[in-house]
């Protein structure tokens, strides 16, 4: 007997841990429980696993180097190359195969379809296109582009001639690509004419530009056409700027030797938010990485080659780095891209794309389920979604009525979903549940991966009771973390291991690091992040400093003094709330609001745009001066406030109220 949909609704309110289907586990990658005390027991030869997924040219002599904490080194003295891995291993058994399904914004354009041999050829020609324009290996190239073909093309023919990409997702502003090209030296500029958003054309070139003027050093640049005839904004190319078909007709056929890169060579940069208003430059290398991303791939995501994987992220994001470029494609299977946004034309745009494309897997973050879920399941039921195998989520916290709801109504009972925790700086996945070996249990990400040591600790560093709320940690180094911040070891000490290390000891033992979430733990030992304990905020899932927004603000004339928080909301997880003091003559006006606004998306982009700017004599300050976050925290969440006793000057909360 099914149930009605009310009498469904019911008992799935209740039901709060789930059992990986049936049909799933069947034919699951790993759906052995013994691997996790395997894992444990053959640390850290375990990972040995991973790095067997990929081709090396040089094996390694080691799977860890401890000796000098915390700059820990994976799979020393082997070589490989990421682009090597990514095409050509797969050309003769798998040339044919679809490697990127790219679905373009609806227009009458027609989508595109890439061949792992397509894909390798237009890597080959961009190398031998790149080398021309004066690209060695190690020479930052910097990628800002939105979601087309040409973004993962130049990010694979960076990794084949050994030079580090940088993405700078395509939404951020002119402000702040600049900040990245200057933060990282980067001279070599690929991105692209414009693009579309909800069917109208964008111009992204003209940001680049303007951006580019702010950037010290000499620039050479490569724009690729995405819009059509018509649709263009009429650029004319300067005497730095390259235009990519042109630069590819002109190596039309070439092949480029993958270099050979040391496994601890850097793969990309990527900028991230945190405590200062100055971005982190994360630095991931090429053997960890990429053995990380294609084993969490392979167990996690049960990535097989004759899947048609879908992740809905932005590469501009480390997600799409990892789950939409190198891990799926290492593997070998199909990866897709999806250009445009999931309401357009209609809000069943992404049901429409997994029935036509049958795809196995959908791997994609609470806010997008959040609306989802709002919209109604009109759209998802009026496809064929039957195709799907598993479910994952990723950036954000998911609460257990959306699990719920993405397990019934996109997944119908037969998919397991994946609540993925980690980290740009993670590189990959780190807490989660194996979703052929384990219990579910919605709104808990699940307990740490084989292999790895998450903890959730107090402020003494020790492990908290069941319950309890603490600090994530992770207690021993694994190889997709990141190795250091670009060119500042000592920030990269002070982030992430500061806090619970003992920072003079040689002892690898000494050393955790420090995610800064919040996190609780059951009886089961599983993970539940309650998220961030930094002056970072989580707009639908995407990371943004509480710090850089504040510096555009204050740089508004006629502010005086601002403080960003995060609060909850209902859609995007969390949304920047602004208190702005105002100098004295400025008129507290909206326009003067907008001008605020504005600003935030001018420095940032629109995903960093205020949901409010309250204007106030007066911040709440602790007798030692700082801001206390806290409290305006509590008032932008509607919540009873807490403690004020330590304030200097308690009287603005209730002003502020
Ligand atoms: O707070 C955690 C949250 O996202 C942060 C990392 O953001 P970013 O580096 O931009 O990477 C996002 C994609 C991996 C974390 O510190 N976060 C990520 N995944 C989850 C999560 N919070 C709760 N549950 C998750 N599954």
Redesign the pocket.
Known sequence: MTDSEPQLEARLAEQDSFEPPETFVEDANVTDPEIYETFEAEWPDCWERAAELLDWEESYDQVLDDSNPPFFEWFTGGSLNASANCLDRHLDERGDETAIEWVGEPTEEANRTYTYRELHDRVNEFAAGLRELGVEADDVVTLYMPMIPELPIAMLACARIGAPHSVVFAGFSAEALATRMEAADSSYLVTCDGYYRRGDPLDHLDKAETGLADVSHETTTVVADRLRDGDGFGHDLGPDEYDWDELMAAHEGATVDPVSRDAEDMLFLMY?SGTTGQPKGVKHTTGGYLSWTAWTSQAVLDVKPEDTYFCSADIG???GHSYIVYGPLALGTTTMMYEGTPDYPEQDRLWEIVEEYEATQLYTAPTAIRAFMKWGTEYPDRHDLSSLRLLG??????NPRAWKWYYTHVGGEECPIV???????TGGMMVTTLPGAKTMKPGA?GPPLPGVDAQVVGPDGEPVEAGQAGYLTVQRPWPGMLRTLYRNDERYVQEYWAEYSDTDSDDPDDWVYF???GAKVDEDGYVT?L??VDDVV?VS???LGTMEIESAIVGVEGVAEAAVVGGDHEMKGEAVYTYVITEDGQAETEAFREEIVAAVEDAIGPIARPESVVFTPELPKTRSGKIMRRLLEDLANDEELGDTSTLRNPEVVENLE
């Not at 609540?419 to 700086?425: A, F, S, V």
């Open positions: 991230t994001w480390i997600t989520t990723v950036g954000e916290p998911i609540d993925t925790w980690w980290q740009t700086e990400a995610p800064e979430d992040v998220g961030r989580n899932g995407h990371r």
